[in-house]
């Protein structure tokens, strides 16, 4: 059985940085890729960023490009996002997500987290 425990969001000012973590237990062919996805308030879940266990390719959301860097830890199951130069338009629920294949859709993930809220204070 897959379970995805995300860890370490919190309240940052704007211009800080937080470290995400998702520890994946079961994993498979089923959980080949690892992404992240963020809901703010009224607004769709929206992809940020996701990696392959194997390769280690990685793809980003654009309005996370040169801020975040997904990356994985094999040895620990466990996949990072660390976030930088945060500003107040990402305070959002983050969601860590596993599927067989790296894609930039919601409906491709099977296996989803309980969820970390991210607030980026002005």
């Known amino acids: 059985q897959v379970q995805l425990v995300e860890a370490g969001g919190g309240l940052v000012q704007a211009g800080g940085s937080l470290r995400l973590s998702c520890a994946c237990s079961?994993?498979?062919?089923?959980?080949?890729?690892m992404g992240w996805f963020r809901q703010a308030p009224g607004k769709e879940r929206e992809f940020v960023a996701a990696?392959?266990?194997?390769?280690?390719?990685?793809y980003y959301a654009d309005s996370v490009k040169g801020r975040f860097t997904i990356s994985r830890d094999d040895a620990k199951n466990t996949v990072y996002l660390q976030m930088a130069s945060l500003q107040p338009e990402d305070t959002a629920v983050y969601y860590c997500?596993?599927?067989?294949?790296?894609?930039?859709?919601?409906?491709?993930?099977?296996?989803w987290g309980q969820g970390t809220q991210v607030t980026v204070s002005s």
């Open positions: 997500a596993a599927g067989p294949q790296l894609r930039l859709g919601a409906h491709s993930y099977d296996y």
């Open positions: 079961g994993r498979s062919f089923s959980t080949s890729a």
């Open positions: 990696i392959t266990w194997t390769s280690g390719r990685t």
